[in-house]
């Protein structure tokens, strides 16, 4: 089992950019395929992006695609979201979340580890 802190949250303004950064414990972290998921207020948790075992592909959601970037260290034990040319939309609690399952890659329901979450606010 792996545990997973978020951090790099903030506040920005429009067009800036913003790396979150997952953390993890255990040593079973390749293993696993790690998801970002945002949840705004009054909204539902939605995926942003995921990416593979080793790092070699990633699964954007249509609404971050040529402006997020997510990255993994399997050594290192991180991954990372790389943010560009934010959106207020893109206002939310940012989550990162871990599977060592089958299933959608996509789906809340395949992620059974969670991290406690990093506020991210972009002003216009």
């Known amino acids: 089992q792996v545990q997973l802190v978020e951090s790099g949250g903030g506040s920005v303004q429009a067009g800036a950019s913003l790396r979150l950064s997952c953390a993890a414990s255990?040593?079973?972290?390749?293993?696993?395929?790690i998801g970002w998921f945002r949840q705004a207020p009054g909204k539902e948790r939605e995926f942003v992006t995921a990416?593979?075992?080793?790092?070699?592909?990633?699964y954007p959601a249509d609404s971050v695609k040529g402006r997020f970037t997510i990255s993994r260290d399997n050594v290192k034990n991180i991954v990372h979201l790389q943010m560009n040319s934010l959106k207020p939309d893109d206002t939310a609690v940012y989550y990162c979340?871990?599977?060592?399952?089958?299933?959608?890659?996509?789906?809340?329901?395949?992620?059974?580890?969670w991290g406690q979450g990093t506020q991210v606010t972009v002003s216009s």
């Open positions: 979340a871990a599977s060592n399952s089958g299933g959608y890659i996509r789906a809340l329901s395949t992620y059974d580890t």
């Open positions: 255990g040593r079973t972290f390749s293993q696993y395929r």
């Open positions: 990416i593979d075992w080793r790092g070699t592909y990633s």
